[in-house]
């Protein structure tokens, strides 16, 4: 696909301006822009609302993002796109949903978080509701309508007709809620936080080793055998406390405690190889600079180098889908997040404007292009 993302003058994107910054450049922006083009229009204009339904009477599909009515008030919302266009296929992510009482509420991945009870979920029992370490609200919204566009692509192919398909951030989370939500829909109950410890299952979750910790998840009555064989534990399997999965869960703080007993005397890493050996699942819990170093990204082919046109090399964690075998896969894309305006006059070129609308177009500041170096200056001047 040829993704083109519209942003307005003068600024851009709001996250250019979120740090750290690699030589001007937000990384929080390059993070979640690559493999698409960028174009800056100041729909704010009359003209600038031009030149984007133009794009759109060519496009196969528009995203948006913004508040619920927002594409509706400026002219853009899907019945009027679709009345010109039937095959038009719209994919909109908004905070709450385009109805109901909340429908007009601002909100950004956080307070989607605490609003769908994931907070309530995540952290230790004595401590603070925790969000999650990364914005899975907006990560996972992007996802299901990034899949809805598709499906509705291919029921286009069947029928002639687009439509709209939409997410919002408090319906992925909810959706997120996964056990959790159905244990409280069929039962009642409402769950508590258990820090790393899981909720039904016990052994499981975060040990402490000689040198750290690490993962272990003995889910199954062999694992659980296995385990304490290996750790030479063999009479907790008979000790009334820890011979079923709910006596361990109930007393899961013993149980913690004995296995540590012994994780203690050696290394996270001998401990992982170990426990592997033996069919066991564990692992260690990395930080990034151990992630990154890992060989094991590099088999994924999870991290790869794009040409950027101010930061030269710059290495990306890129689409973590591919083909499963080397006898014909899909050729990948790799293209580094845009710089603001980057492709502006080559994007209406291929529209149809000719040079004289476009210059007229630059000289009026309804759209912006710069070269790089004036763009990453443009950028920088944002910031500050």
Request: hydrophobic share 40%; charged share 25%; aromatic share 6%.
């Amino acid at each position: 696909a040829d993704v083109i993302k519209v942003e307005s003058d003068p600024h851009g994107d709001m996250s250019r301006a979120w740090g750290p910054f690699d030589r001007g450049v937000s990384t929080y922006y390059l993070s979640c822009n690559r493999n698409k083009r960028g174009i800056c229009v100041d729909f704010r204009q009359p003209a600038g609302l031009d030149v984007v339904r133009r794009l759109i009477a060519q496009a196969d599909v528009v995203i948006e993002n913004f508040k619920a009515g927002t594409m509706d008030a400026m002219g853009l919302g899907y019945d009027v796109l679709s009345a010109r266009d039937a095959r038009l296929v719209m994919g909109s992510i908004t905070a709450f949903g385009p109805r109901g009482p909340l429908r007009d509420w601002p909100g950004f991945d956080q307070i989607a978080q605490g609003y769908a009870g994931l907070m309530s979920i995540t952290g230790f029992p004595d401590g603070e509701p925790t969000r999650t370490g990364t914005a899975i609200g907006d990560l996972s919204s992007g996802m299901w309508v990034a899949t809805g566009v598709v499906a509705a692509l291919f029921e286009r192919e069947r029928t002639g007709r687009g439509q709209h398909v939409g997410s919002s951030l408090l319906e992925s989370l909810v959706s997120l809620l996964s056990v959790h939500g159905q244990r409280y829909l069929s039962l009642g109950d409402v769950p508590r936080r258990t820090g790393n410890a899981h909720a039904v299952i016990a052994p499981y979750g975060v040990f402490e080793t000689a040198d750290g910790p690490l993962n272990l998840a003995p889910i199954t009555t062999d694992m659980w055998l296995r385990l304490c064989e290996l750790l030479d534990l063999r009479e907790l399997p008979h000790d009334p406390r820890f011979a079923t999965n709910d006596a361990r869960v109930a007393n899961r703080d013993a149980l913690k405690a004995l296995l540590e007993s012994r994780l203690r005397t050696r290394g996270k890493r001998e401990w992982t190889q170990r426990f592997v050996e033996a069919g066991l699942p564990a692992g260690p819990i990395n930080t990034l600079d151990e992630v990154f170093a890992d060989p094991q990204l590099a088999h994924c082919g999870l991290v790869e180098p794009v040409a950027h046109p101010t930061l030269g090399t710059l290495r990306q964690v890129v689409t973590p889908l591919g083909a499963m075998d080397d006898a014909a896969p899909t050729p990948r894309t790799h293209r580094a997040p845009p710089l603001l305006g980057e492709h502006t006059v080559g994007v209406l070129r291929e529209a149809g404007f000719d040079d004289d609308a476009i210059d007229a177009l630059l000289a009026a500041r309804t759209i912006f292009q710069a070269d790089a170096l004036e763009r990453a200056e443009t950028t920088a001047e944002a910031l500050q």
